[in-house]
């Protein structure tokens, strides 16, 4: 119930192309969907978060899709550059109390010149 | 850049050694945790303190001992670590622990246990 699903492990694109990494979660009292990338030896940052009211989220080259009803949401990167590779956390958090965030497994993104 | 500082960012210790991971943060927030992460995993929480109290410890064993001096800073204090404790440490803060989102994370301690 808890679980967030990550997809794919690993994700190589072209410089220039669009990388979609997606997740999918069961806990419909999920109402906070933060992405975090993480850089080989460094601490993981926040990218990009959504809430479930909203069906899209764009800043810059990075957008969140959000599909409330089939319970999965998405991170594209458009116009991808070799200084994105870094792996991808999707995570989500559930309101009232203390709720732990739930990290997905992660996806390893190179972008190759 | 990160608004969470963490020293060292590397450590090498004996199983017999007694070492301690420091973290600090400025942005006032009121609740601070500490993470493990494994390679080509994602975070584990270890520990949440809230308003300088341990709130959440997530069944970590006790050679893990974390202290919240004052509202800036976090230790870990580590004792008699097993080699399969070597990981990356993630200090980490948020606004308050039932309030705001948003997790900020430090750039990690990386720890080798020999």
């Known amino acids: 119930q808890q679980q967030v699903k990550q997809s794919p492990q690993s994700l190589i694109v072209q410089k220039g192309g669009i990388s979609i990494i997606n997740c999918a979660y069961e806990?419909?009292?999920?109402?906070?969907f933060p992405w975090y990338q993480q850089f080989p030896g460094k601490g993981p940052a926040l990218l990009i978060a959504?809430?479930?009211?909203?069906s899209e989220k764009k800043e810059g080259r990075f957008t969140i899709s959000f599909n409330k009803s089939a319970k999965q949401f998405s991170l594209h990167i458009m116009d991808s550059q070799p200084g994105d590779s870094a792996t991808y956390f999707c995570?989500?958090?559930?309101?009232?109390?203390?709720?732990?965030?739930?990290f997905g497994t992660g996806t390893k993104l190179q972008v190759i010149p | 850049d990160t608004e969470v500082t963490q020293t060292p960012k590397h450590l090498v210790m004996g199983m017999t050694n007694k070492k301690s991971l420091k973290c600090e943060q400025h942005?006032?927030?009121?609740?601070m945790y500490w993470y493990k992460q494994k390679a080509k995993k994602p975070p584990e929480l270890m520990f949440v303190?809230?308003?300088?109290?341990?709130?959440i410890n997530e069944s970590v064993p006790s050679r893990f001992s974390p202290e919240c001096p004052n509202s800036s800073l976090l230790n870990l204090h580590l004792h008699a670590l097993q080699p399969e404790d070597s990981a990356l440490y993630l200090c980490?803060?948020?606004?308050?622990?039932?309030?705001?989102?948003?997790?900020?994370f430090g750039e990690g301690s990386w720890l080798t246990v020999v």
């Open positions: 995570a989500a958090k559930a309101p009232g109390g203390y709720q732990k965030v739930t």
């Open positions: 942005m006032g927030h009121r609740a």
């Open positions: 806990n419909t009292a999920f109402d906070y």
């Open positions: 303190y809230s308003y300088e109290k341990l709130s």
């Open positions: 959504i809430r479930p009211d909203v």
């Open positions: 980490a803060s948020s606004q308050e622990l039932t309030l705001g989102n948003t997790i900020y």
